[in-house]
């Protein structure tokens, strides 16, 4: 069964709780449903610490990049994909007041350890923030924040959290449905995710056969790509270039960049329908027709 064809099926489940829902109710071309560039950097962030190279020195904006994250928003509402380091600076940039959920693809701590900093969504939501993520991640977030999941009533200032187990199944957040992508990162299964025409699929190093029939008819994709030569649990610029090529996207966006690549010089490089993303980048999403009108 094709990703469309459950979406469809999903849509009909969810009518009645889609009426409730008035933002839900969007044309496909409706560009309140957008997904924002939080962080397009890798792991160590760029600058990184104590480099002097002509990336981590310039003076363009394109070529700072925070750890890696988006947000994705359906009018006023909304989930974040990942919580980096800087997550805070982040957030205030792109001026988030409340979220729906996160989403995690996977648990390394440049996409977990501003995890904390959703307790500031906290002081004004009732109710605690749902993180969709598989069993591992979930295992461990509670490792490493055992203080927010702790049951000692004493600790007061800590995010309230709940967590919605996922899978790859297709699933509902902020009124938008949601295909998780399998991903394969070096040895480590991990998630990307598809909304409507966009797919988000950071830190991979493999596409399993299961996951292609989910990124076709794709109009954007953001991909990881860490740089020119080659890496052991990262596609490169030209892996990137070849998945982008075979899936015949009409745009992609490469994330997850290391401080190799230069943010004009590569685009001038690459070719084109393919381009460096950067932080503050925001790709409208468009619906298919079948999640608007049924
Ligand atoms: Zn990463
Ligand atoms: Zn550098
Ligand atoms: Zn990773």
Redesign the pocket.
């Known amino acids: 069964m094709s990703f469309w064809s459950l979406t469809c099926i999903m849509n009909k489940l969810e009518r009645t709780d889609r009426k409730t829902i008035g933002s839900f109710e969007l044309s496909a071309s409706d560009s309140s449903v957008s997904m924002t560039i939080l962080g397009s950097g890798t ?1 160590v962030g760029v600058p990184m610490i104590g480099c002097e190279c002509p990336v981590c020195t310039s003076s363009n904006p394109k070529n700072h990049r925070m750890r890696t994250g988006v947000w994705v928003r359906n009018g006023d509402r909304g989930f974040l994909i990942d919580t980096s380091p800087e997550l805070r600076l982040q957030i205030v940039r792109a001026r988030v007041k409340k979220i729906d959920g996160v989403l995690y693809t ?1 648990a ?1 701590a ?2 977990v350890l501003g995890m904390d900093d959703l307790r500031t969504f906290c002081f004004r939501q009732p109710e605690p923030v749902p993180l969709y993520c598989e069993e591992i991640v979930e295992h461990a977030l509670r490792r490493m924040f055992s203080y927010a999941f702790s049951d000692d009533d004493s600790l007061h200032s800590r995010p309230r959290l709940r967590f919605e187990r996922i899978g790859t199944d297709p699933f509902s957040v902020a009124g938008l449905n949601v295909q998780p992508i399998r991903l394969i ?1 070096g040895r ?1 299964s ?1 998630l990307g995710y598809r909304i409507g025409n966009v797919a988000f699929c950071t ?1 991979v190093s493999t596409i399993p056969e299961e996951s292609w029939p989910l990124l076709q008819n794709l109009d954007v994709l953001v991909l990881g790509a860490i740089r020119h030569d080659p890496h052991p ?1 990262h596609f490169n610029v030209s892996q990137a270039v070849e998945v982008a090529r075979k899936l015949n996207v009409r745009q992609t966006y490469l994330t997850h960049i290391a401080h190799n690549l230069e943010h004009e010089e590569t685009n001038a490089s690459l070719p084109e329908g393919i381009a460096l993303a950067y932080d503050g980048l925001t790709i409208p999403i468009s619906l298919p027709h079948t999640e608007v009108l049924s």
């Open positions: 792991s996977h390394h440049d996409h990162h480590l991990i830190d649990t």
